[in-house]
């Protein structure tokens, strides 16, 4: 069966997630290096207004704004 896709409002959005079974991945320095720089460069590329940021051992928190374009043609919201 194929998945809905629905459109969100514009807007901003928190968004949460978690590891694999909870599993401490950011511990790493490696794996939140990687995680913070592929944030920050999508941000960088106007992919969205990053406000907000949390990284955890085992999840992170975001607030963002999408961008005009992204909002408008993505089959999900960020």
């Known amino acids: 069966m194929i998945p809905k896709r629905h459109r969100s409002p514009a807007g901003s ?12 991945l950011f511990l790493n320095p ?5 995680f ?25 928190h975001l607030l963002v704004t999408p961008s005009a374009e992204l909002a408008s043609s993505a089959p999900f919201s960020l």
């Open 13 to 24: 959005y928190f968004i949460t997630s978690r590891t694999w079974q909870g599993r401490a």
């Open 30 to 34: 490696k794996a939140a290096e990687l």
């Open 36 to 60: 913070v720089a592929t944030l920050l460069r999508y941000r960088d590329n106007q992919a969205y207004q990053l406000h907000a940021f949390v990284l955890m051992p085992e999840h992170f």
